[in-house]
T-cell receptor, first 114, second 113 residues
């Protein structure tokens, strides 16, 4: 079945450095790719998303890129801060034949070291 | 985005008992979803709850174990029945805005002893 692979599972960076998390999806019908940040004890928060008609999207220190041919999309966080420490989930969404499926990646635990 | 609240935020329950989790949205939404997140794991969809129709369950989840109600466009409940320690998880309610943007509630942290 469809799946989304996410790497790495854990990532430690020094404050101020950049962090990159990568996802690969299998369903070619996927057309929407959100990223969620989940802090300890909280629900996932939508932080950025990208649709299949766009190759890159940026919002302040975070950006997402999409390569439809390779079925890859990535989250880039620049100038990381301790408050960026959290678990990040990617997801791929597709709508086919009246069903609407979100497939989530397995998560990346990001630690920003002060 | 919609504001979603859940009650309770956490609970510790004995095996064999049942717990009902409430989800309230601050605006009317067509589709509501219930997810389970086991410790350190990703999100698994339990069921989709549309107002006025029976919930649709994903493979591996059954109505007898996870009955769902959706009495109106802003509210839903999920019951975890006859609980066992394997049911210890975070249970998340979510809604979708527009075509595909999905938002989550804060979650209910359930521990079964």
């Amino acid at each position: 079945g469809e799946n989304v692979e996410q790497h790495p599972s854990t990532l430690s960076v020094q404050e101020g450095d950049s962090a990159v998390i990568k996802c690969t999806y299998s369903d070619s019908a996927s057309n929407y790719f959100p990223w969620y940040k989940q802090e300890l004890g909280k629900g996932p928060q939508l932080i950025i998303d990208i649709r299949s008609n766009v190759g890159e999207k940026k919002d302040q220190r975070i950006a997402v890129t999409l390569n439809k041919t390779a079925k890859h999309f990535s989250l880039h966080i620049t100038e990381t801060q301790p408050e960026d420490s959290a678990v990040y989930f990617c997801a791929a969404y597709s709508a086919r034949a009246g069903t609407y499926k979100y497939i989530f990646g397995t998560g990346t635990r990001l630690k920003v070291l002060a | 985005s919609a504001v979603i609240s859940q009650k309770p935020s956490r609970d510790i329950c004995q095996r064999g008992t049942s717990l009902t989790i409430q989800c309230q949205v601050d605006s009317q939404v067509t589709m509501m979803f219930w997810y389970r997140q086991q410790p350190g794991q990703s999100l698994t969809l339990i069921a989709t709850a549309n107002q006025g129709s029976e919930a649709t369950y994903e493979s591996g989840f059954v109505i007898d174990k996870f009955p769902i109600s959706r009495p109106n466009l802003t509210f839903s409940t999920l019951t975890v029945s006859n609980m066992s320690p394997e049911d210890s998880s975070i249970y998340l309610c979510s809604t979708r805005q527009g075509v595909d943007e999905q938002y989550f509630g804060p979650g209910t942290r359930l521990t079964v002893t």
